[in-house]
């Protein structure tokens, strides 16, 4: 249940994870991949876990680092081909939430996104898919310089929020992101599903906010 209730009135920020919460569910383009291009996750796992942590970092430029790992995967298209298809299928954000964040900040929160990215999707969310629009702060690892679950990135988007740590609330779909936000001093809770944030048990009332769980 999303924590706002008479307990948690200190509340006045609440930070979303993106893929696997906002952009729901997630894996999308690794279920293309391996779908239509039989590309495996076991395939794309040394990319993704390797350099690709520079560019969530800001510290390379993904489009330069893909070339050799395309060659090697049997992608045989441009790295423009493969970069347009990722933020094409990744573009699939749960329009439920999205309408929760827009009752929650007409109610007076202030509602944020917490992520890390690369900076080309970066720019897709923040331009393409209107976020800068549909949240109060955009928190991306590529600008903030360090990525969860490092302490760096829930201290920099706190400073930038400027209000006490024990005033956010933090909403992600990895226990290891939710117990760093934790040890930062963030209140912090998993997500698994839209219907079980939303529980119309809760002391926030949801109705008044007219949210539809359906």
Known sequence: M????????KIRVIVFDLDGVVV????GFA????????ITRSQTRDFFVGPFLQCLKGQADVKALLPPYLSIWGWTGTVNDFMEQWLETEDCADARLLKLTE???????ICALGTNQE?????YIRHSMGFEQLFDNLFFSCELGTMKPERAFFDRAREALDCPADSILFIDNEVHYVEAAKSAGWNAQIYT????LVDQQTEFYFGEVGIDTD
């Open 2 to 9: 999303l924590l706002l209730g008479t307990e948690s009135k």
């Open 31 to 38: 279920n293309y991949l391996e779908r239509e291009h039989a």
């Open 119 to 123: 900076k080309h999707r970066t720019d």
């Open 193 to 196: 599903r839209f219907e079980n």
């Open 24 to 27: 729901y569910p997630s894996w």
């Open 103 to 109: 009752e929650l900040r007409k109610g007076g929160w």
